[in-house]
């Protein structure tokens, strides 16, 4: 009865070593990707870059300060609107800015690119936005330039017949300016996707294995009956008359 058992046992454990063995195989065969699987890895790369540069980055603070050219009595509305637009690009020029960095506290290279102007082709109204990593400092800027544009402007209006006078001061805002991490991993997400798209839309094809191609049908020839030669034809008339 021993020896009857112990085969079956070596049988059972030859089975189930089979088994663990298959199993082993079937998990280190892996299914090759999917051909578009770039999409989705640059959505992914694009949301985690972006995301990382809106946590990374420091929030920036803008703030804006709004002023208007008045004309006097002598002065048409269409003008004081030209004068506008004039005074618009001479808000970051360099006598404009030395006039305000004593009390934007900051230097002049700084101050101008940390300031923009606006204005719009239908108001006489122009724009002052001061932009910083502090929300009291961007206020402070948007400010001191504001206020010597009006300063510089306000000399020549006995000639111009325009002046400026501040409509609106800036305040420190309360919160940034800067896009959020999630707005950023969004737009990040949206670009990496959309490079993914191109990739696979410019690369090349693949080529087929030799197994997949199709086989390519033989040319059909036509075959056509023969005709006797004349010669031919002379020889089968004798025989038969021999016959």
Known sequence: MADTADPKKKTDQLKADQKRTDRRRRKV??????AWWPLPAAAVLGLAAGGAYGVLKAPEYAATSYVVA????????ATALGFAQAYARIATSSSTLAYAQPRAGISAGRLRTQ???????ESPMIAITGTSKSATEAADIANAVA???SLSS???AKNTGVQ???????VAPS???SPSAAISGAVGMCAGGLLGGLWLLARPTARRRPEERQPVAAPVVEEYASLPAQGDHTDTKEKE???
């Open 154 to 156: 306000n000399q020549a």
């Open 29 to 34: 065969r892996l299914l090759p990707p999917p």
């Open 70 to 77: 008045v004309p006097d009595d002598t002065t048409e509305p």
């Open 164 to 170: 400026l006078l501040l409509f609106n001061q800036a």
């Open 175 to 177: 919160e940034p300016a």
């Open 147 to 149: 206020d010597a544009l």
């Open 115 to 121: 300031v923009r102007a606006e204005t719009s082709p």
């Open 241 to 243: 008359s021999v016959r």
